[in-house]
Structures are given as structure tokens and as C-alpha cells.
């Protein structure tokens, strides 16, 4: 059928082509200018780098929601200028890296946040240092980040593996030490990993399987046929996203929801929202819920404007990006600047109050954000679409310092180069 | 080491799995055989499948939005080839691949802005729930019933097509379009019906697929790849092949995430390469002088 083409038909398309180029070479070449010249009106953006697609796309969505909150919350200026946001796609660490160039370079934007995927933000932070641009992550949990790969410019909201694992371990523990480890295969699942058998062991425990999953993975029905061989104690996971929905309701499908206690590195409501109540189970640490008493009156606020703007409770990635949006304008206002060393400087010495029961603040020799963590417990009985845990422990404990589960200075191998 | 109980169990697992690949991809196999079109946006399809079942389920049950939301993604199959695809047949083949290409990213789009990105709740009817033992074999009910489906459509495929005299102007048409159409048989209508066959078994298995993996809009891009997989590997338009490579697929992963985990992903990719490198048109692809 192909010798039957239309050759006049394919002629106008490429006229057409050469066309619409010109007609875009002109208006580049005439609006170029023009965004050049700096103006005291022009807008302070702020770039967003979180997933569009894939397994991370809702949390990516609700952490861009989060952040337009924290612009709403000062009626969209700071320094008397308009603050935008441009959200471009995290999607594997190539496209990523690419994408902060352009938010940097194209876009000039003073800051960039967000990071679900902790493979995407290990590579963009160098760029970050070289172009000494400010980076929130915002999402992702592999220890190195604030650990042995950290760096001046690099700033992070989420929680490391080494204290999430730490926070969970005492309410899993008592089930029996004999573990069973499935994990996402990169930075994020494999540090989760070494993490928790390190504490699992040091107890006194035993490993008797650990699986990687490719990130991706739809049919766990294989590796719970595994798992369900070794007969473990505990289940713990260190995937997320559409992963974990997938495996919660698959592992519910072969009876085992309730009958072998579950939990994760960390958990995002919206994975078991879209998994369902039936097949929802588990401890897991848990950086923010939206419902308990732990709220102060600041997330309650934030919990308020959130659900009238979009109809929907926040989870723990729109909290975290509403913050690390929170924190950067606050750091622009405070010095009155937008130039990054100032605001380093500023994040570095600043104690943020009344955000958790207790003040949280960056650690200003490894940039961690120094918080309590919540221990949530799925509820026995789920009533509510959006409702599904209680808070039972927040880590440390109220009478034991802050930093107790982060580590030390030893421990963490950072070393931030000197400004 | 692995016992015989557990072997067994993962080579039963492999092979349910094999046949939910087969599924994705026969309808894919079939639009391609035919009307010699790769249609990217079967993906998209399987996931409006299982879209219009969530909305469909509370009125019809799961029974009726098995039966409802295939035949109605179908339709709009009917529409689709009507409005888009039939004026370019006679044009530029790469036309319509960039035509299904942003049908696919359409769909997608329409799904997130009509459902939301946030995945959805879908259960496993309650009279489907457990599981079964036989002997060594462990495999959920809902599974056993994904494959007995799966069999009885593809066993009313192959008998339309092999047995019936539409489904062998069908199978004339797909090798020479020309001649038939020059016998007085209109194709027009046969391509139209076709390729809303296709899109009815990718919305069956979007349905079927709905209680395993999640509902969210990127479910579309989780079924394209493996459908693609499957049909390179049976060879371009063979139904036969179409079967052989899906089972042949699902036992892999299967195996290679008792023995090997981190390459589960890989695995099918692996198979394709060997596959394309002895027998390039795939395992049962013949030689089509249209597509050479």
C-alpha cells in the first residue's frame, strides 16, 4: 500500500514545518530580549522537579499541589515581586539532570525543589554544586544524600533510611526476627536495605530473603509465592508508588494481608488509597499524616486550604514540598535576597517553629532537616476514602533529644566543602 | 535450594501470567496482521477498559462491566478507525503509527484529567476471592479465572477467524487487499471491524487487569511494552505466536524472579533479542510480502 503515497500531500507538510520554524525563529528572536533585561517586577521563580508519569506520578502531582499552597500562603509575592513556579518532568536521572539544566539555565530560577526518586536527585545534585543553585529535595530517602554524597548546596526535607529504619524498628521487632526483605534495585531500596539489616542483625535477628524489584514492577505475585516459602516474621518492603499499590493488593489477593506483618521505609498515603482499605496492613514510619493529635495549628491551616483547593486531603509528599517551598520563600524574605549563599546561610542557622510538635531546623553540617517521625499504624477498621492510619509513637520519644536516631557527625560520613 | 513444591508453583504462577501478556497483546497482534498498522494506542485502550469499568461497576456489578466495558471500548474502537485511521490507509504508513502514537498520549491525558493521576481502589469480586491447592500448586482463584476467560476469548478468535466465512475474507483481505477488494468485497468495513475487535480484547484485558495492577493513568505505558514484547517475539500477526510468546514471557519473569530478581524487568527484553537474532520475523512469522 506504501507505493500509493501522496507526494503532494507530504510537499505541504513540509512547507507547513518550514513555516511554523519561521514564524517560531521570529518570535524568539523578538521576545528574547526582552526576558534578559533583570526588572525589580519580574517574577522570583522557583523550579519543580517532580514526576509527571510513571510510578511516582501521583505523588508527584500532590507534591506541585503542596507547593502552589505555600505560594498561596503569601499571596503569590515576596520582595514585592510575583513568585512563579515551573515544574518540569523527574523522570530517571538522565532526563532529570537535563531538565534542572534547563530550569537553571533557560528559566533562571533561583531555587529548585522536589526529588521523589532518590537515583534522579544523587544525580542533579552535583549540578546543583556547580552551578551553585539552591536544591530542596524534597522526596527522596537514601541516606547518602545528606550522608556521604551531600553537599553545600543540597538541602533535604525527606527522611534518611538510617533514621526511618531506626523509628519503625522497636514496633516490628516484636513480631520475631526473622525478616524478609523486597526492595526497589537503586539508590533509595538498596541503602533502605542495608540499612534495616544492619539494625535487624545488630538485634540479634535473621535475614532469610531479600529481593530486589526493578522499579516498574507490576506482578509481585512471584516474589510473594517466595516469600511465602520462607515464612518470615515480618515483611519489609522498600518500594513505593504504583509498586507498593500493586504488591498491597496482590499480597491480599493470596490471603497473607494481616497474617504477616508488613512494613516499609516509608509510606505515602495515596499508595494505599489507590490500593483500597481490603488490602491495606502494617507499621510504617511516616514523615506527616494529615489527621491526629500530633497536628499544629500551621498543618491544620495548610490541611484546610489544601482540601478546599483541590477537593482531596494532602498526603506526606504534599506536605513535603509545601514546606520546602515554605522554607525557601522564608529564607528569600528573611534576607530580603534572592543570591544563594545568603539563603544557604540563612536555612543553616534558622530554627522553623510551630511546622511538628517540636522546632525542626537543617543540620547545618549535612543539611538534614532535623524532625520527628511518626509511627502510623494502618487502622483495624478503615471508614473514611481518605483515612487510613493511627498515629501510635512519634520518634524519638519526647523526654530523648531530637537528633537521637540521625546519627552523628562520624556516622553520617558528610563532610560539606567550605563555602 | 529451591524445592519442587515451590518450582512448581512459580512455573503455574509464570504460566497465568503468560496468559494475562497474551491478552494484553493478541488484540495488538490482530490489528497488526490485518491492517497492517501498529497501533500504539492499544496500551491506552486496555486502560479505558479498566476506567470505564471502575465508573460501570457500581451500576452493572463486575460480571456486566465484564461483558459492557469491553464492547464499549470497542465502539469507540468503531469510531477511532472510522474518523482517523481510514483516511490515511493510503498514506504514508509512519502517518498512522504518529496518529496512534497521540491517540495514546490523548487517552492518557483524557483519563487524568476525567479520573484524576491518583490511582483507584478496584477489588476482586468477593465470589472470586481465595485461593486454591492443587497438590503442590497454590494460585488465586481471580487468577484461575483471568486464564479460563482468556482461553475461552482466544478460543472465539481463532474460531471466527479460521471457521467463519467473514473471518476468511478477514484473513484473505490481510494478504491482499488488493485482489479481494477487486473479487467485489468491500474492506472498508472489514478493517473498520477489526480494529474494533482488537480494541474490545484490549479493553477485556484492561478489565481483567484492573483487580491485579493498579488503576492509574500510567497503566496504559505498564501494558504496551510487554504487549510489544509478545507480539515481536510470536511474530508480527500471528495468533498462534501471539500464545507461544506470552506463555513463553510469563514463565521467564516468573523464573527469573526465583533465581535472579533484579533482572525480572529485563528478562522479556533478553528473549526478544535472542528470538530476533535466529529467527528474525519471530517464532511463527511468516514471510508476508506486504511487510517485507
Known sequence: MSNMKDDKNINITRRGILKAGAVAGLLTSSVGPFIRRARASEPIKLGILLPKSGTYSVQGEQGHNGATIAIDDIQGKVLGRPVELVWLDENGPQTTQQNMHKLIQEHKVVAVQGGISSGDVLAIMPVAEREKTLLMATGPNATEITGANCNRHTFRIDLPNYETVRSVYPSLSKNGKSWYFLYASYAWGIDGYKQMREVLLKDGGKVVGADQTPLGTTDFSSYILKLMAAKPDVVFLGIGGGDLTNFLKQFHQMGLTGKIPLSSLICNDTDFWAAGPEAASGVFPKIWNYTGSQNTSVSEQFIKKYQVKFGKPPESEAWQDWFGCTAILTAIKETGSTETNKLIEFLEGHKFKGYKEREMYFRSWDHQLIQPTLVAQVKPKITSKYDYFDIVAVAPPKDQPIETLYGSKAETECKLAPA | ?292
Open chain 2, 1 to 292: 535450594m529451591v524445592d519442587t513444591t515451590l518450582f512448581m508453583s512459580q512455573l503455574m504462577n509464570g504460566l497465568v501470567l503468560g496468559f494475562l501478556f497474551v491478552l494484553i497483546a493478541v488484540g495488538l497482534s490482530i490489528i497488526f496482521g490485518m491492517l497492517g498498522l501498529v497501533n500504539f494506542a492499544h496500551g491506552a485502550f486496555f486502560a479505558l477498559g479498566a476506567y470505564l469499568a471502575l465508573t460501570l461497576r457500581p451500576y452493572v456489578g463486575f460480571s456486566g462491566v465484564l461483558f459492557l466495558s469491553p464492547i464499549l471500548v470497542g465502539a469507540i474502537g468503531l469510531v477511532v478507525e472510522r474518523l482517523l485511521l481510514r483516511p490515511l490507509y493510503n498514506k504514508e504508513p509512519l502517518l498512522s503509527l504518529l496518529l496512534t502514537f497521540g491517540l495514546a498520549l490523548f487517552i492518557q491525558e483524557l483519563l487524568r484529567t476525567l479520573w484524576g493521576a491518583m490511582g483507584h481502589p478496584f477489588d476482586a469480586p468477593s465470589f472470586l476471592a481465595g485461593f486454591v491447592h492443587y497438590g503442590p500448586v497454590f494460585v488465586t482463584r481471580y487468577r484461575l479465572a483471568v486464564l479460563v476467560i482468556t482461553i475461552v476469548l482466544l478460543a472465539a478468535v481463532w474460531l471466527f477467524l479460521e471457521k467463519t466465512r467473514y473471518g476468511r475474507i478477514v484473513r484473505a483481505g490481510s494478504r491482499d487487499p488488493e485482489m479481494v477488494s477487486m473479487l467485489g468485497i468491500d474492506l472498508k468495513h472489514v478493517f473498520m471491524f477489526i480494529f474494533g475487535l482488537g480494541c474490545l480484547l484490549a479493553g477485556a484485558a484492561g478489565v481483567l487487569a484492573a483487580p491485579l495492577w493498579s488503576v492509574v493513568p500510567s497503566m496504559a505505558e505498564q501494558a504496551i511494552m510487554p504487549a510489544f514484547v509478545v507480539v515481536v517475539i510470536g511474530g508480527l500477526g500471528s495468533l498462534r505466536g501471539a500464545i507461544v510468546a506470552g506463555l513463553m514471557v510469563g514463565v521467564s519473569v516468573a523464573m527469573t524472579i526465583q533465581f535472579w530478581p533484579v533482572a525480572s524487568t529485563s528478562i522479556m527484553y533478553v528473549l526478544m533479542i535472542v528470538v530476533l537474532l535466529l529467527r528474525p520475523r519471530g517464532l511463527f512469522g511468516e514471510r508476508w510480502e506486504r511487510f517485507e
